[in-house]
């Protein structure tokens, strides 16, 4: 980092009195402060961090100066070597008021080196990711989804010690085997057992979680939660109840096979779809039209159905649907795999989970396998006129949510609106207060305005578990922008 983009940071961050994601504070005024924690969560997450040193968030923010810049970065190399693997922070220097600011970035390592973790507490409890302006420790799962990776774990091919090969020996199979015969001559004089042990459907004589998942007549019979769950409901948010007190329009469990588990769940999504009219002011012709794009929900949906985490610590956590008024949710357990980013999906060939299932999938005439899912989605949401869809993973979950445009005809007052422009960055409260200086307290804004357009949506907390937190900020939301 050169020195005018260190002071141009510092500045900032006196200006916002935050830190975030990628930054944290240390005023190391005594002294230099333990970073096992924050080292590890950076080198986990994309995009590393930047570690200040000589600000004190305790003091407004203010530039308080480190103790001894040369001692600071002696020993801040020092931890970095106490790390596995070891990292190497690049500091700059800067000199702001007569005081000291020190930056020690962090690279991200690459998945094949994560986690990162403090040797004197080992992977399990010195492993850390990033949340907000916080460290937290990895859970378990987190741990073992990098293993995963680096040691080609495949999950898919896990077996149940219950089921024989019997299980899958179904007419979808047999349809499947005439399929791949057809389409892969040098499997064409095998026999179906040979074919079943090829294609990752069996191992050692037993199913496998991607067999059972694609041909067993009842896969949950070995796998109660490896469905789906779907609900409707009558608000924006789950707690919300209907006129009459209903806290659900429709509640459904759907289980079977994942091409069985794709069309029941179109089915539901059909079913609880608000649907248009559009006259075309021209020719005066009817069309109707579907509240989200069909075609989107559909790839989905598939996406999360093949992607998903099978390994045993997400067993009990099913693929999950939920319908909100002004938008859809499709959440599946395990977060992006492998190297790919959210900034990278539908852009580049990704890191498959389940090639097994993937491959089957292809076979069967389900999906293209071509990494054209993603951008299908996104072209269809566009053509539709609608937000682009928002794509979060974080902590073992994938979530894709749809926004149907109902939350863009929320009426915005003038108050409303110069709120809105002026938090298309975080401010805190007192930020807010200095934007109505005079007009109105900050009380009455803050009942008035803020609180009802963070209920509806349009203001986001960057501390939402912690909504009354000193360090609260107030941003507006991505679709509002």
């Known amino acids: 980092m050169l020195e005018d983009e260190l002071i141009e940071l510092v500045e900032n961050i006196k200006r916002q009195k935050c830190e975030s994601n990628y930054i944290e504070l240390k005023s190391a005024r005594n ?25 004190d968030e305790n003091s407004g923010y ?4 480190v103790y001894d810049a040369a001692d600071l970065q002696k020993k801040v190399m020092e931890q970095s070597l106490q790390m596995e693997p070891e990292i190497r922070p690049l500091c700059t220097t800067v000199c702001i008021d007569g005081k000291v600011v020190v930056c020690a970035e962090i690279q991200e390592l690459d998945n094949f080196q994560k986690p990162c973790f403090y040797k004197g507490a080992g992977r399990l409890k010195g492993s850390y990711v990033r949340v907000g302006d916080g460290d937290r420790l990895m859970s378990e799962y987190e741990v073992y989804s990098y293993e995963a990776f680096k040691k080609k774990i495949q999950d898919e091919l896990r077996t149940s010690e219950r089921a024989d090969l019997t299980d899958i020996k179904s007419a979808e199979f047999a349809k499947y085997v005439l399929e791949i015969k057809s389409k ?3 499997l064409a004089d095998l026999d179906e057992d040979k074919i079943c042990r090829l294609q990752g459907f069996s191992v050692g004589g037993k199913p496998t979680i991607a067999g059972l998942m694609l041909f067993s007549v009842y896969p949950q019979a070995f796998f109660p939660q490896l469905c789906i769950t779907a609900v409707s409901v009558p608000g924006t948010e789950m707690s919300m109840t209907g006129s009459v007190g209903e806290r659900f329009i429709d509640n459904q ?5 994942i091409q069985q588990m794709l069309n029941d769940a179109l089915i539901f999504v059909r079913k609880n779809m608000k649907q248009k009219t559009i006259i075309d002011k021209n020719s005066g012709r009817r069309t109707d039209r579907s509240e989200y794009p069909v075609i989107a929900v559909r790839e989905l949906i598939i996406n999360a159905l093949v992607h998903r985490d099978y390994s045993i610590h997400t067993d009990s956590a099913p693929v ?53 899912g993603i951008p299908t989605v996104i072209s269809a949401m566009k053509e539709y006129g609608l937000p682009a869809p928002e794509f979060i993973s974080e902590r073992g979950i994938f979530r894709v949510t749809l926004y149907n445009g109902e939350s863009e005809a929320i009426y915005t007052s003038g108050e409303e609106a110069e709120i809105l422009d002026f938090c298309t960055q975080p401010r805190n409260r007192a930020d807010i207060e200095k934007l109505f200086d005079g007009r109105m307290t900050i009380a009455y804004v803050m009942t008035k305005y803020v609180h009802p357009m963070i209920e509806d949506g349009r203001l986001r907390l960057t501390i939402p578990d912690k909504p009354k937190s000193k360090k609260q900020m107030y941003v507006r939301a991505d679709r509002f922008v």
């Open 31 to 55: 002294g230099c402060p333990k970073l096992f924690d924050t080292f590890s969560s950076f080198s986990n997450q994309h995009g590393g961090g930047k570690i200040l040193f000589g600000i």
């Open 62 to 65: 203010e530039i308080c100066g």
């Open 184 to 186: 892969k001559p040098n």
């Open 253 to 257: 469990r759907i289980d079977g096979t």
């Open 320 to 372: 999950t649907i939920r319908m909100y008024s002004d938008r859809m949710e499709i959440e599946n357990p395990g977060g992006l795999y492998g190297r790919t980013t959210i900034d990278r999906l539908g852009k580049m060939s990704a890191d498959t989970r389940n090639p097994f299932i993937a491959n089957a999938l292809e076979i069967l005439g389900e999906t293209e396998n071509r990494y054209s």
